[in-house]
């Protein structure tokens, strides 16, 4: 029997090798119809994903980014962890999933366009992943409703009093209260909580300088400083948090690269250098340049700034491991405020988010001339074509550029003569511009049209030639339709005139009855 008990201990138990890290980012700028468009949600998504993968311990491909988000693509990258997980634990390891979103919300749940995940559901679709850590981090507003059936509570105001040991369990970190609008703002190109989360796992929150930043750490970095950067905006955001976790030692999230590159600042610069980390998106150190400092740093590139009175004067040094770059003044250029490394990369995200949305969209209809027109000249005709239309969430104009074309036959009347038969065809490109609506699922929209357009019309019988005429058409033109999510239809009427006179009866006028439907990129 000995034998065989020391056989036994020889065998391969099960246990956990090590951690495997998946995580799902989700960003939506846009919310529910009546959402006022956010200018960094998806933006924010990508950041924090590229985060985890560079210092999370997170792989690219177990990292899963959901960017202009709606339920089902949050759906579909669920299923995608979730596989991940079971992979992972089926090999043995000891899972953590991180599910973060930057979007619109309230106390009752996230809104992914028309559509919403109710917090209460989030928790089961994260407690079905299987992941023994679940690390939920939510920047919404009201995202504190997140918290408040399982017990949650409004953070301290300074000191974390709580005591956070992990190996499994579900954690929530929640970017305001219950009560409490989450807010972005363009001065740091993002949300003011996902800013500070970012800037507190980079490594400004790890306060014994070990190396690593834990959840406990990076909550009461982001606490405060939330708190303290809203100050004076329309109302304080007070991140909350609900730690349902148990086990024997912190949650690491990120574990910080070594500071194996410098920059030497040998003094003689005038005014006050800041340095700014053009990889990670943050400053990093402000220092005076008048006395001698080697600033250690992660490898990347780098920009210091010496601001002047009307502009920036700004130097860029690319740091590789173990390299030391003195900085120089001949090493400095001007240039504008607006133009710098850090202002240049925020202005470049609030003009990608304020780019109207491109809808591309096919067209059927109808192209009729008015009155008698129709009767002696072209009957009417049915039209298809297609429509780009530009429409601004948050805005209130819209503009348009289409290709329709017709063809129609019918009979003509003239005086003193039989009913003719006649074959008519018309292709135009049109512009238009207007004002549209506010937010919501019933948009419509005004403006003024013009169309180059060619009309042909052609007798079968042989007793008259082709004719063709060419006219630039100005007009108006209206429409009215359901915008939900990324599709849309309208019925849309264009009326005009043309600039051709063919008889005493003045421009003729013709109008468009049309239907559009597409998809928005």
């Not at 028309?114 to 989030?122: D, F, K, S, T, V």
């Not at 030391?324 to 003044?329: F, R």
């Not at 490109?429 to 009309?455: H, K, N, Q, W, Y």
């Amino acid at each position: 029997m000995t034998w065989l008990f020391l056989l036994l201990l020889c065998l391969p138990t099960a246990g956990w090798a090590d951690e495997v890290r998946v995580g799902l980012f989700v960003g939506n700028n846009d919310g529910h119809p009546s959402d006022q468009q956010l200018l960094f949600a998806d933006a924010d998504a990508k950041k924090m994903h590229d985060l985890f993968v560079s210092l999370g311990g997170m792989s690219s491909g177990n990292a899963v980014l959901v960017q202009d988000a709606t339920r089902r693509s949050v759906e579909h990258g669920m299923d995608q962890v979730h596989r991940k997980v079971v992979d992972a634990r089926n090999a043995g390891h000891h899972t953590t999933l991180v599910f973060y979103y930057s979007g619109h919300g309230d106390d009752r749940g996230l809104h992914l366009g028309p559509a919403e995940l109710e917090h209460a559901e989030l928790r089961r679709m994260l407690d079905r992943t299987d992941a023994d850590v679940r690390l939920a981090l939510l920047d919404a507003c009201q995202s504190g409703g997140a918290v408040r059936t399982k017990g949650g509570q409004r953070g301290p105001a300074f000191d974390f009093a709580i005591e956070v040991e992990q190996t499994r369990g579900t954690a929530f970190l929640t970017s305001s209260a219950a009560s409490e609008l989450s807010q972005e703002s363009t001065e740091v190109g993002g949300g003011f909580f996902t800013h500070y989360l970012h800037t507190a796992l980079a490594g400004a929150a790890d306060r014994n300088r070990d190396g690593e930043v834990t959840l406990t750490e990076a909550y009461a970095f982001v606490h405060t400083e939330t708190a303290f950067g809203t100050l004076e905006t329309r109302g304080a955001q007070t991140p909350t948090y609900d730690f349902d976790l148990v086990g024997s030692s912190e949650v690491v999230l990120t574990t910080l690269e070594a500071a194996t590159a410098h920059l030497d600042f040998q003094g003689g610069l005038e005014g006050t250098l800041s340095v700014w980390d053009e990889n990670r998106k943050r400053y990093v150190a402000e220092i005076g340049g008048a006395r001698p400092l080697t600033l250690s740093l992660r490898p990347g590139t780098y920009y210091v700034h010496q601001r002047q009175p009307a502009w920036v004067e700004e130097a860029r040094y690319d740091l590789r491991k173990g390299e030391t770059l003195a900085v120089l003044p001949e090493d400095f250029t001007s240039v504008a405020y607006e133009e710098t490394a850090a202002r240049g990369d925020i202005d470049r995200q609030i003009r990608r988010a304020r780019t109207p949305r491109l809808s591309l969209r096919m067209v059927l209809g109808g192209r009729g001339l008015a009155g008698e027109w129709s009767e002696t000249y072209l009957p009417p005709q049915t039209v298809a074509g297609i429509e780009a239309r530009f429409l601004r969430k948050t805005g209130r104009t819209w503009f348009a550029f289409d290709i329709l074309s017709g063809t129609g036959e019918g009979d003509l009347s003239f005086d003193a003569l039989t009913d003719v038969h006649v074959t008519v065809s018309s292709t135009s490109g049109g512009a238009s511009i207007g004002f549209a609506t506010g937010p919501g699922i019933i948009r419509a929209g005004l403006g003024a049209r013009a169309e180059l357009a060619t009309f042909g019309r052609s007798f079968p019988d042989g007793q008259l030639p082709d004719q063709r005429s060419y006219s630039l058409s100005p007009g108006l033109s209206g429409w009215a339709g359901v915008h939900l999510g990324r599709f849309s239809t309208d019925l849309a009427f264009n009326l005009l005139i043309m600039s051709n006179n063919w008889d005493d009866r003045g421009n003729p006028v013709y109008g468009e009855l049309l239907w559009l439907t597409g998809y928005r990129f």
